[in-house]
């Protein structure tokens, strides 16, 4: 592999090398590739740091989308909420480089970079994701790191339990040593706080919102109460299902589609489910490979085919938000202007 | 609990198979012989008595050579206080071949000389990667923990194995390789790691033997249960 001058005076993590996206890296080196992202990318790639978590580490997302003087809609991606699912994360790295790689090209995903901005975190639990690089013993830490209270001497709460959305109310547990640990209330977690508060302030441009976890191969539409139903649930299964067969296009792998309780198990206080019940019509979570041979540690050599697929689900589902809001618009608009001009004529008719 | 015509795709059906898989494992299971859940096709459930019966139309695939088999099975997951075990039968087209292959015989000549006694750890590291000498120990826990996740399941959960954290051979006795194993199992529903230590037998011929499972504390300072022998 030929290494060039310039690779040298920076890290051995450049990517301009081919397999820097069939790795996993650490949180180090995701900072280093964000930092890399803007300087390669100005006119079209800035961040933002909208939080900070227990341990007082920035929560950054990367604002990706052609500059525009209006404001414009949005698409929200998170990654690697749970810190032993490793996959999320580099897909999120993955997808980044890819509408980088094609916007310039591809005139869909330009037309979408014109008309949206992409905000995306590569990694949302900072504090347990690095824990989780830390040693051997600590690679399939799941939650957060801030410790347990009133007597509990464990640390962590699942942050995707924390979110006010049902929270508390099933698939839970009340005991901070659970992997399932909900939290002393909602939004204990400042992660959680953060989301929600970015979630808050951008609610009514913000199209679709995905998050993105390992593994199942799943894609998981609201609610996870059992008893509650999304108003478009028809909708999320129709666009689900259909991005479903665009990641069996790729690789012939298997993802199921429905709601938590009916294809995993029943849960309250997921990210998913406040994006949705805040009005954001398409809120879909993401289990990537595999479906329990590895497991969490998925092999670093199905890092590519899994963001493959994922990214052809991803596109399918932010294709269709984008198309429903800036199309269907248009065709509202046309709708509108020909109801006026025949009003106008009619009226200018009776006149005469 | 779901009664009557399973979705397929739904959360009982695909529970169940996962029984049905480590049942087959516990089996037929050996370190070239890794079976696992490709498909489920359809599925019943019904009330009976104290226990809630299972029918399941499925394909498996044996990962090593990659040969999938239609398989109809057949669960009894029991009712009431008792912690037992669910029951399965089950068959398969075309799957399981019961005798040892040369892989098999070439590995159990291999390391039943006392001489050279392996271990390992960290089965796959936390990069996903495995040497692979270490593959077929990989597999041969993967089989002995299907034993312990056999017996520890129920409609309520969802096991498979996330790690092999160690493993030591021991001194081959009556023909039996043997070994000391710490699994790491992943329970889907409760998300916990749940560690396993496992003293585990083998051969061509009598397969994967589980003869004490010891359930290991999930905190550090805290009193360990006593041993429990199979």
Redesign the interface.
Known sequence: MCVSMYSAVWSREETTERNYYTRYHNMSEITAWMEQMKRENPDVVSSMVYGQTYERRNITLLKIGLSSTGRKKAIWMDCGIHAREWIAPAFCQYFVREILRTYKTDTKVNEMMKNLDFYITPVLNVDGYIYSWHNESTRLWRKSRSPGTGGCTCYGTDINRNFYANWGMVGVSTDCCSQTYCGTKALSESEARAVTDMLGKMREDILAFLTIHSYGQLLLVPYGHPNISAPNYDELMEVGLAAATAIKAVHGMDYTVGTSPDVLYANSGSSRDFARLIGIPLSFTFELRDKGEHGFELPEDQIQPTCEEAYAGAHHIITYAHDKAFYSYAATVTATLWTTLLAAWVSSAILL | MTTGVL?P???PA?RAA?VVQHYLNTRYGSPYRWI??S?VHSGSAEDMAEMRKYQLELTMQE?ISNVSGQCSAELLFPGGEGQSAPQVQASCEGLLQSNPTAQEEAFYQQHRASNNMVSG??I??????MEPSMKPFWHLGGVASSCIMLRESNESTLY?M??VANFTQLETEKDQLRFNYHV?L?E??????IHWKLLVTWSPEQGVKVLQTELQP??HDCEAPPNTTN
Do not use: V, W
Not at chain 2, 188 to 193: A, H, L, T
């Open positions: 979705n795709s739904h959360y695909r996962t696992f859940l498909k990962m750890s960290n796959p590291d936390s990069y996903g990667h498979n996330a790690q790491l992943h889907m529903i409760s998300q916990e790691i999930k905190c």
